[in-house]
């Protein structure tokens, strides 16, 4: 499609562009497609008798007499009339609008929009929009404007650029098969039902209609970008030797833990690479479904390696898989940043030299001087931490490496099928068993000691808690700091416990010996910040205190809580805040009522809005013009499907039918205009 440079179209010079320009409309497509942000519904007309006071609406109603004009002071002019209905009249009052108010005729009809008041028993209107009813249209679109283009003026340009761009032969951005299957209307239809919709209903449809193609060319352009060859690999996996190594495991696994090894295996049986998103809970026990692919791999002769987003986390996988190994001949080596530069330079040697098979590790492991001897299976967990970039770093460091990656579904379901559309996809669903509900509770600080008290009755029983705080040091008085925190605590409250600390500026080996303290015992309360965020795992540890709850997003907070509640004791989720801004309570009342990751995720989004999403370079989606991740989930679903029966069909969207998605994918995914759209 050629592209129309807007002063062609009557109505637009040279200076009205430039002021276009500004709104980001560059072209004929970019004004047509320019959507208004809401509507006056002058198609449901309501009469006098039947208003309510502080509501707007519209009516029809006779000017009683040419408006009186008093001057109240200086630049201040008020226009007073009556607006007659039948029996009943409403007073209008115009303020400062010479123009507005001298055009009102004696004894004509007009539309009148606007919010009706209720003054000395009188109904009263201010300053409200004025229409003729016979030039009017039915929903007259409302649009985002820039100072020097009113209203008015956008609705004439794009009525006129309208009458360009639609014309009978015009071909569809959604091919008319996929169009009819999916019950959506033509883009012409729709363009001008979305600029001035003759009812409510009209409009509807206009934006399901959109809502659908912008999805569609969000999806199909993700997956074209995504798309690579899959290839073969040379790790096949013959042999399936999970089964040995369950055996060996000190607990049952769950049926959704089996699955997930069932569909790990099956798919490393096969000559193209495993491409897998495991999402599960915090707490579902991903780790050894890892384990057992881990192991599967190694007694198929092939490495594998584990990368983890924090060091804490690094080490504890390690910790973990070398005692799940205990009792096999497989074992585990740690690669992170913070070694000795003598034991990486070991380690390295033998991850080469493929005496290594298995390493966990950080980032450090897609560092440029990594290499591996037969790297056939790459494991990411929290992926969401990692972005798309390094997964594929780390998958570059195999040729064509079968790839698991795990989740805790901070992302909202919507998101991750657009990101992650490219991954199979396995849910773990289930919990293991004797697990118990979380219970949560929201306080203020008054609360203090009384949680204090309930967390010595949990120690003396031999179990853990942690309090986690927002800062390292205290530099905010209102802000509960760590550091003086635990001293605090340490002197006073809890002399006669063992109390520890831990935060992110500390050494990583420092780190590691206080999780260690607080995994064996040693430490019965710990005070931390959020480095403790993602994944740590100590069993006896049941109570989760949150200092500043309302400083943490709701995501945040249910990865915290899921520190506790990962063994078979009752758990304690409190969370402390005197704040009583209405997010900050909703974000608690959320937290209160439920545990489940999939819906706080969601909820977290419509809390948080998409932009924060979108706003990530890393998640790679550009922006959307209408439709809402946070709501259109339906839609999602169906584009999707659609997409993929476009490219299966037409892989390189060659057909004319696809001539204009591919357009419009360009046009999505072009930085040029994502930066000037903002
Ligand atoms: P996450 O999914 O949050 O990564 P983990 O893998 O860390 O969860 O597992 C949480 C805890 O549950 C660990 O202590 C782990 O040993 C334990 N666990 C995992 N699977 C089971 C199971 N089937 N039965 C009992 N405990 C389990
Ligand atoms: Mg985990």
Do not use: W
Not at 29 to 56: A, C, G, M, Q, W
């Amino acid at each position: 499609m050629t592209v129309t440079p807007l002063k062609y179209i009557k109505g637009v010079g040279e200076k009205r562009a430039q002021l276009l320009n500004k709104l980001g409309i560059f072209s004929l497509d970019d004004l047509v497609h320019y959507f208004p942000r809401s509507y006056l519904d002058f198609s449901n007309l309501t009469e006098i008798k039947d208003f309510i006071p502080e509501e707007v609406c519209c009516f029809k109603a006779t000017v009683g007499y040419t408006p009186v004009k008093n001057e109240i002071r200086r630049g201040l002019t008020i226009y007073k009339t009556l607006l007659i209905d039948g029996e009943y009249s409403v007073n209008l009052n115009i303020f400062n609008s010479a123009y507005a108010a001298e055009g009102l005729v004696e004894g004509e009809e007009y539309l009148f929009y606007g919010k009706i008041t209720l003054n000395r028993g009188s109904f009263e209107i201010t300053n409200p929009i004025i229409e003729n009813p016979d030039a009017v249209k039915a929903m007259q679109p409302i649009y985002p404007l820039t100072a020097g283009l009113s209203n008015k003026i956008i609705s004439k340009i794009i009525d006129n650029a309208l009458g360009i761009y639609i014309n009978d032969s015009m071909s569809d951005v959604i091919p008319d098969e996929l169009r009819r299957k999916y019950s959506l209307c033509h883009e012409s239809f729709a363009l001008k039902s979305i600029h001035s919709p003759a009812s409510p209903h009209d409009l509807e449809i206009a934006r399901k209609r959109f809502i659908f193609e912008e999805l569609l060319t969000l999806q199909t352009g993700m997956k074209i970008l995504k798309r690579r060859n899959r290839g073969y690999t040379s790790f096949t996996f013959d042999k399936d030797c999970s089964e040995d190594f369950i055996s060996t495991l000190p607990f049952t696994l769950t049926n959704a833990q089996k699955n997930a090894i069932a569909d790990c295996i099956k798919d490393t049986k096969k000559n193209t690479p495993m491409n897998r998103l495991v999402q599960g809970d915090v707490g579902s026990g991903k780790t050894v479904v890892a384990a057992a692919v881990i192991y599967n791999a190694a007694k198929n002769g092939i490495q594998s390696a584990f990368m983890a987003p924090t060091d804490i986390l690094a080490r504890q996988h390690f910790s973990t898989l070398t005692k799940l190994f205990e009792s096999t001949d497989i074992t585990v080596d740690l690669l992170t940043g913070s070694l000795t530069a003598k034991k990486k330079k070991e380690i390295k040697e033998k991850l080469k030299n493929g005496e290594t098979k298995v390493i966990v590790g950080t980032h450090a492991l897609i560092s440029d001087d990594v290499d591996f001897d037969k790297l056939g299976l790459v494991i990411t967990d929290e992926q969401h931490r990692f972005g798309v970039r390094q997964r594929g770093l780390l998958n570059g460091k195999g040729i064509n490496p079968h790839t698991l990656v795990m989740s805790a579904t901070p992302i909202p379901r919507t998101i991750s099928l657009i990101i992650y559309g490219d991954l199979d996809l396995t849910v773990i669903d289930e919990l293991p068993k004797g697990r118990q509900k979380i219970s949560t509770y929201a306080v203020d600080t008054s609360y203090r000691e009384r949680i204090y008290a309930f967390i010595k009755k949990h120690l003396e029983r031999n179990l853990r808690a942690y309090i986690v705080c927002p800062l390292v040091e205290e530099n905010d008085g209102e802000l509960t700091a760590a550091k003086q925190y635990a001293q605090k605590l340490t002197e006073k409250n809890f002399h006669n416990y063992s109390v520890g600390l831990l935060h992110g500026k500390m050494k990583p080996k420092e780190k590691e010996k206080v999780m260690a303290d607080f995994a064996s015992g040693k430490i019965q309360l710990l005070v931390s910040t959020t480095v403790i965020e993602v994944g740590v795992d100590v069993p006896e540890s049941v109570i989760m205190v949150i200092e500043n709850a309302e400083r943490f997003g709701l995501s945040q907070l249910h990865q915290l809580r899921g520190r506790v509640g990962r063994g078979s004791e009752k758990s304690y989720c409190i969370l402390i805040s005197d704040n009583q801004g209405e997010n900050a309570k909703a974000r608690f009342e959320i937290m209160c009522r439920t545990c489940d990751g999939f819906k706080i995720a969601d909820k977290d989004l419509e809390l948080r809005g998409p932009g924060d999403f979108f706003g990530s370079r890393q998640s790679g989606i550009p922006k959307l013009k209408i439709a809402d991740l946070t709501e259109n989930m339906d839609i999602v679903h169906e584009s999707k499907q659609a997409s993929e029966e476009i490219l299966r069909k037409d892989p390189m969207l060659k057909l004319e039918e696809n001539r204009r998605l591919k357009v419009a994918i360009k046009n999505l995914f072009s930085n040029e205009k994502g930066s000037t759209l903002n």
